[in-house]
């Protein structure tokens, strides 16, 4: 007689900064909401934690409520009330605090980009930690994410674990090295950590400036898991050009450091489903894409008559990691080539935000062009059901989830070779990889002749063999990039951790 063993379903709480859609800055909202899922799918408890932001999306926030437990939280050698808030977001069950300070921490009009987010997140880390331990909650896993919730390994080893909150393994999850939270050392004793114990190469002092910590450090060196969001991510900030810092530290603990590619929500994105689209569609109805076109076509003031020119999209915060002068460059390569070029893109940074809405006033009028700087959501949607081809030349990109979108509304994307590009996006014309796979067009050298070897031939492809390009488009819609294996894969690491404590407890 064979067995299988059952695998005993698992407690994970998530504490994030975002989560899609209530509270959405780029793809780490989609990643939490999306893995979330799909454990839960699985059978697994899934609880979340957020701050309270005044600027969420409360409409998309089912059953809000107050609980009548008000929660005390340290910071800054006083004690604050937290107002406690629970809702569900997509089926799943979520905390909101919203603490009592007088700075009002969460009441900014804007998720990030104040000047105290260093104080806001490690205030927030702190509370959430302390909602789980007075709730009297034992999760098997607590996950943090990013450089906002990074204190959350340190603070749960250092002083949680002693208060009895001890039954979680902690994993990180870093969606992109380049943002890792450093602050001046006596900072970090606001929410009660040691500075004394934790400024110290080994720990959380910063590998480049010894006065400072580092957030993210701190996660790496005490998280029992620490995963990034795609393999080859995961080996680029192992090296000195890709760590921003951190690759010798990575490098010690390279034993519990892995890259796990992100998948996407795909009940949400769904062309076949998504009714915020003009018309829906599948991969065997290419005319229902073609509607949506047209549709944007009309509704940009776009040229529409001509079914020869592809459209060519592009959605991104336009920061220079994305690849901003190409992206700059492919709007007049795309016109050169005979195609439209839309563009939905928002930038944190003022001197680039200027720059491109000088370039949309150019194009104000023009019968091929369109920027559009700003974020929508509902906008992206009909971008991605109206591209032929949609363009992500990054600089770098740990994962990257609007190459797997585009694909799954039937865009070709067009990428640069570098992290999770590198892992979803396969040449048409790389002899190396099998037929199955191909799914795009790739470049490597991050310069406008790199580019166009890709955008030229993606065009080509378009305008002179229709037939081969709907073929194109039919697989990419068909491939599966759902959180399905991915989550496997965290359930897995997650199980392995817990029983491993386990273990060692028994000795
Ligand atoms: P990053 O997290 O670096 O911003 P990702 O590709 O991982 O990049 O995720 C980007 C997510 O944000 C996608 O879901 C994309 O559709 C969305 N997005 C980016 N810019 C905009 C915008 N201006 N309007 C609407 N959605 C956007």
């Known amino acids: ?19 899609a859609p209530v509270a959405k800055v780029g793809g780490l909202g989609d990643v939490v909401t999306g893995l979330s899922k799909a454990l839960q799918k699985k059978g697994h408890l899934v609880e979340i934690v957020l701050p309270k932001y005044d600027c969420m999306q409360y409409d998309l926030i089912h059953n809000l409520r107050a609980l009548d437990v008000e929660v005390e939280s340290y910071f800054d050698g006083q004690l604050y009330k937290n107002k406690i808030w629970v809702g569900a977001v997509e089926g799943l069950p979520v905390y909101f605090i919203e603490p009592y300070h007088p700075d009002k921490l969460f009441w900014r009009g804007q998720y990030y980009g104040e000047n105290d987010d260093f104080k806001r997140f490690s205030f927030f880390s702190r509370a959430a930690l302390e909602l789980i331990l007075q709730a009297g909650k034992k999760p098997d896993i607590i996950h943090c994410h990013d450089w906002q919730t990074a204190f959350v390994a340190p603070l749960y080893w250092d002083l949680y674990a002693s208060k009895g909150l001890n039954s979680a393994r902690i994993s990180f999850t ?46 790496v060196v005490f998280s029992n898991i620490v995963t990034t969001v795609s393999p080859t991510y995961a080996q680029e900030v192992r090296t000195p050009e890709g760590g921003k810092g951190l690759h010798t530290t990575l490098n010690t603990h390279s034993k519990k450091f892995i890259g796990i590619l992100n998948g996407i ?24 894409k073609a509607a949506n076109k047209q549709a944007l076509r009309r509704h940009l003031g776009l040229l529409l008559s001509d079914s020869t020119r592809p459209l060519v999209g592009c959605i991104t915060r336009l920061v220079p990691q994305k690849g901003v002068h190409l992206i700059r460059h492919a709007i007049y390569r795309t016109i050169e080539l005979g195609g439209q070029f839309v563009l939905l893109g928002s930038s944190p940074v003022h ?9 949309a006033n150019q194009f104000q009028h023009h019968d091929n062009v369109r920027l559009i700087l700003k974020y929508d959501e509902l906008l992206s949607r009909s971008i991605y059901a109206a591209s032929d081809i949609f363009i992500i030349p990054s600089i770098f990109e740990p994962c990257g989830l609007t190459q797997m979108i585009a694909m799954r509304y039937g865009a070709i994307p067009v990428v640069r070779k570098t992290g999770g590009l590198n892992d979803s996006v396969f040449d048409v014309d790389d002899e190396t990889i099998p037929h199955q796979f191909r799914n795009g067009f790739t470049f490597l050298s991050p310069d406008e002749q790199g580019f166009n070897g890709a955008l ?22 068909s491939m599966d990039f759902s959180w399905e294996s991915s989550a496997e894969q965290y359930e897995e690491l997650y199980a392995k951790s817990v029983t491993r404590a386990k273990a060692t407890k028994r000795v």
């Open 1 to 19: 007689l064979t067995s299988t063993p059952t695998r005993s379903a698992l407690h994970v709480i998530h504490i994030a900064a975002e989560m």
């Open 174 to 219: 870093c969606h992109n090295f380049e943002y890792q939270g450093t602050a001046p050392a006596r900072e970090l004793a606001s929410c009660g950590l040691d500075v004394s114990q934790l400024n110290r190469p080994d720990r959380m002092q910063d590998n480049s400036a010894h006065d400072r910590i580092n957030a993210v450090k701190g996660a």
């Open 265 to 288: 929500d795909t009940d949400t994105w769904n062309p076949a489903t998504d009714s915020r689209i003009e018309v829906q569609y599948n991969s065997g109805d290419l005319q229902g």
């Open 351 to 359: 001197h680039i935000q200027r720059e491109f809405e000088g370039i």
């Open 456 to 477: 030229d031939r993606a065009i080509q492809y378009y305008k002179n063999d229709r037939e081969t390009w709907e073929q194109l488009v039919q697989k990419v819609m």
